[in-house]
C-alpha cells in the first residue's frame, strides 16, 4: 500500500488537517492529543474529532497507558495503514453491487422519455401510469433506448473486477 494512497484517502476523510496529524503521527510513531496540537498546531478539538473519525475507519488505533506518576490514563493514538487496503476493497466492493444492481435494474426495464428534453427518463410501468405523458412536464413520451447505458455500466463493472483481481 502506498504512502501517498494513505493520505489522500485521510485528506478526503478530513482534509488538510488530517494529513497534517497523520503526517505527525507517522513520524512520531506514536502521539498523544496534546502532542500532536503542539507539533501541527491545530486545536485539541479538531485534533479530536479527526481522531477519532480515523479511528471509525482503522486507519488510526489507540491504547491506554497509566501514567507512573499520577496515576492517570494517558491516550496514545498511532497510524494503522494496513488497514487501508480492507478499507478500499471493501468501498470497491460496494460500488460494485451498486453497479450491478444499475445494470439489472436497466436491463430489466424498457425506458421512455420526454420529447422537451431533460425531465429524465422513466420506466414503462410509469409511463403507462402517466398515459405516456411527462410527470414533470406533461410533453409527450418517446421510446428511449439504454444499449449505451448499457454498455457504459458493463464497462465500468468490468473494468472494477479486473482491478479487484489484480489487487
Ligand atoms: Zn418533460
Same mark, same amino acid.
Given at each position: 500500500m502506498s504512502e501517498s494512497r494513505l493520505f489522500e484517502?485521510?485528506?478526503k476523510l478530513g482534509g488538510e488537517e488530517a494529513v497534517k496529524i497523520a503526517r505527525q503521527l507517522k513520524k512520531m510513531g506514536r502521539a498523544t492529543e496534546d502532542d500532536i496540537t503542539k507539533a501541527t498546531g491545530v486545536n485539541l478539538n479538531e485534533v479530536r474529532k479527526i481522531l477519532f473519525k480515523l479511528r471509525s475507519f482503522s486507519l488510526v488505533s489507540s491504547e491506554s497507558v497509566q501514567d507512573k506518576n499520577s496515576g492517570?490514563?494517558?491516550y496514545y493514538w498511532m497510524l494503522q495503514p494496513d488497514r487501508l #487496503?480492507? +478499507?478500499i476493497r471493501s468501498q470497491k466492493k460496494r460500488v460494485l453491487e451498486k453497479l450491478e444492481e444499475k +445494470?439489472?435494474? #436497466? %436491463?430489466?426495464h424498457d425506458f421512455y422519455r420526454c420529447v422537451n428534453g431533460?425531465?429524465? %427518463?422513466?420506466a414503462f410501468e410509469e409511463a403507462v401510469e402517466s398515459f405516456f405523458r411527462c410527470p414533470k412536464c406533461g410533453g409527450p413520451l418517446e421510446h428511449f433506448d439504454n444499449t449505451a447505458v448499457l454498455e457504459v455500466l458493463e464497462r465500468e463493472i468490468r473494468k472494477l473486477k479486473e482491478e479487484m483481481e489484480r489487487e
Open positions: 484517502v485521510i485528506f492517570w490514563l494517558i #487496503e480492507s +478499507l +445494470l439489472a435494474y #436497466e %436491463k430489466s431533460p425531465c429524465g %427518463k422513466i
